[in-house]
């Protein structure tokens, strides 16, 4: 495949729907007159068999590819997936992209306004779980005129959303593709949620979450939380590689507290990055969804039975070096598919890099993906 | 294995063979699948549902090209994954004698499915006893391979392989034999290149 072929969506422009009728969560709380903003590339088909849906992961949003027709330094978070010529190729499928609720990047949140109080919503914004996202999207997906999906597909949280897919609205998910992913969190995925959510909270400028109408963002509290995260995307192998010990711009130690290791300066680049665009109060709602999923809970911990309802095609795919959602967790949602003798593919994909491994441009992951999507493309252009 | 390809659209002679001891409809669990060329015909020709195991990247890739439900997994990690009696046949193509634990994995087999399907290079043809009578370790279609770059580790003969399955308390159903992918009916033990076998719990 050549540069040409791997060609952009190009300028993009985000559109927005407005949804009226209230959506019942699985909290018990409902939330009405709420939006949410999405992108689209490539054509719907005459037939509408051949639209994808890309379900985001913790810190990204609607923008998969292409860029931001706002900003043109604004690259879609998986550009190198989504694309004419790419692995998901638009020249042949619609793909959707959409900003989950409570998220940040334009979809009602906590920054909202609330109708019934004039004011933002802050920490009165419901908890939302991975399941009431999908019942969201599944009304995007009503109001564009798609009844089922050639393929939902995500990464780490968005693989949740894609694993929540094929067993809530079975008969509208063809292929169920979810990377780097986990059927439920362990006790050390919610320890470190919790570390990151006490950094946020425990922030003074947080103000029990209200900190908007201070005019301050609980910056502190996001730095630590994003720190935190970010160790957990990586291997160590990687860290090691790119940083190991290397000192920062001098060759001793200046035995202080300052930054003095490449990778205390990396880390504190990455947080004050993310605290400059990310919500404090979205952060909480997104770790608790992550926290909650489980959908064999209500099946007395029994994932094949949880999953015994769902019909798609699955591709699951984890990375070698991902010790936040390991291969082993990948295995749990293999084995409940082949306990239900669903059409499944499981691989196991050697690369250094991590949990990030999935946002990256590896040649067999790329490949394997290119592979499935072109077999859909078959079915479902044929 | 890395045995001489075959002409697109027609089966390995072996996996014809053992495509046809397989039902209609059957579960099929295929471990070494390689790109799942069996797999790919038994769904086609006979509606069987299946998956392939498969460690390696390329063959992996191979079976999502064609179609083919594969598990990217070691086979002497054992087949836990699978579930005991899930499948109808378990076949093992011409990658057992590459194998560290061959007799685990032959109990893992039978563990799995009903119906265990197995090929491999006969050991005890002439040509490996001349060669090795030559002062050299045979290097043949069904083994091209150095004996310093061979993957092949628990090389047996019929004899050998009829006498472990006997040990595990499997019992013989059928058996076939080719020479370079032709049925050998007269003195297959030393005839014979590949050996095929299908076995059930006594």
């Known amino acids: ?382 | 294995m890395n045995l001489p390809p075959t002409p697109p659209g027609r089966l390995r002679p072996d996996l014809a063979l053992i495509a046809d001891w397989i039902a209609p409809g059957a579960r099929v669990l295929d471990l070494g699948c390689a790109d799942g060329a069996l797999l790919a015909h038994l769904q086609a020709s006979k509606g069987c549902h299946g998956y392939g195991v498969e460690i390696d990247d390329a063959a992996v890739l191979g079976c999502v090209r064609r179609g083919v439900n594969v598990i990217q997994q070691d086979i002497e990690g054992g087949l836990g994954m699978f579930g005991a009696g899930l499948f109808d046949v378990v076949v093992s193509s011409m990658a057992i004698q590459a194998t560290h634990k061959t007799e685990y994995v032959l109990r893992e087999m039978s563990a799995v499915g009903r119906v265990g399907i197995v090929s491999f290079p006969n050991f005890g043809h002439w040509f490996h006893a001349w060669s090795i009578l030559r002062g050299r370790m045979p290097v043949s279609r069904e083994m091209p391979y150095q004996w310093y770059d061979t993957p092949n580790l628990h090389l047996a003969t019929m004899r050998d392989f009829e006498d472990l399955l006997g040990k595990l308390g499997l019992r013989i159903l059928a058996r076939a034999f080719l020479a370079d992918g032709q049925p050998v009916s007269l003195l297959p033990s030393l005839r014979a290149t590949q050996a095929i076998y299908r076995f059930a719990q006594a």
């Open chain 1, 1 to 382: 495949m050549s540069d040409a072929q791997q060609d952009s969506v190009g300028v993009v422009q985000a559109q927005r729907m407005r949804f009226s009728e209230p959506l019942a969560l699985r909290s018990g709380a409902s939330i009405a007159d709420y939006e949410l903003v999405y992108e689209t590339y490539g054509k719907l088909n005459a037939q509408r068999s051949n639209a994808v849906l890309i379900a985001h992961a913790l810190n990204a949003s609607h923008h998969v590819a292409g860029r931001s027709a706002q900003d043109p330094d604004d690259i879609g978070w998986w550009d190198n997936m989504v694309g004419p010529g790419k692995p998901i190729d638009t020249n042949r499928f619609f793909v959707v992209g959409v900003n989950n609720l409570g998220s940040c990047f334009g979809s009602t949140g906590p920054m909202s306004i609330n109708p019934a109080t004039g004011l933002r919503y802050g920490p009165d914004f419901p908890v939302v779980t991975v399941e009431d996202w999908v019942d969201a999207q599944a009304r995007l997906a009503d109001a564009l005129g798609i009844g089922r999906f050639a393929a939902v597909m995500g990464g780490s949280l968005g693989g949740m959303q894609a694993l929540a897919w094929s067993h809530l609205y079975p008969q509208r998910v063809a292929h169920c593709v979810a990377i780097a992913t986990t059927p439920k969190l362990s006790a050390q995925n919610i320890a470190f949620n919790e570390v990151a959510r006490r950094a946020i909270i425990t922030d003074p400028e947080f103000h029990g979450g209200r900190f908007y109408d201070h005019g301050v963002v609980p910056a502190r509290g996001l730095h630590v939380a994003r720190m935190i995260g970010h160790i957990t995307y990586l291997s160590d192998d990687v860290m090691a590689e790119r940083f190991g010990r290397m000192l920062r711009g001098r060759a001793g130690y200046a035995f202080s507290f300052d930054v003095e290791f490449e990778i205390e300066s990396y880390l504190r680049y990455q947080a004050e990055k993310f605290a400059s665009y990310f919500d404090a109060n979205t952060y909480l709602l997104i770790t608790r969804a992550l926290d909650y999923f489980d959908p064999a809970q209500s099946h007395g911990g029994d994932l094949a039975s949880a999953l015994s309802v769902t019909q798609a095609g699955f591709l699951v795919i984890s990375f070698s070096t991902d010790w936040r959602f390991s291969p082993a967790r990948s295995r749990e949602i293999v084995q409940a598919l082949l306990r239900n003798g669903r059409d499944v593919t499981y691989a196991e994909v050697d690369a250094p890099h991590g949990h990030d491994a999935f946002l990256l441009d590896d040649a067999q992951y790329h490949a394997l993906v290119r592979g499935y999507f072109e077999r859909i493309a078959t079915e479902v252009l044929a």
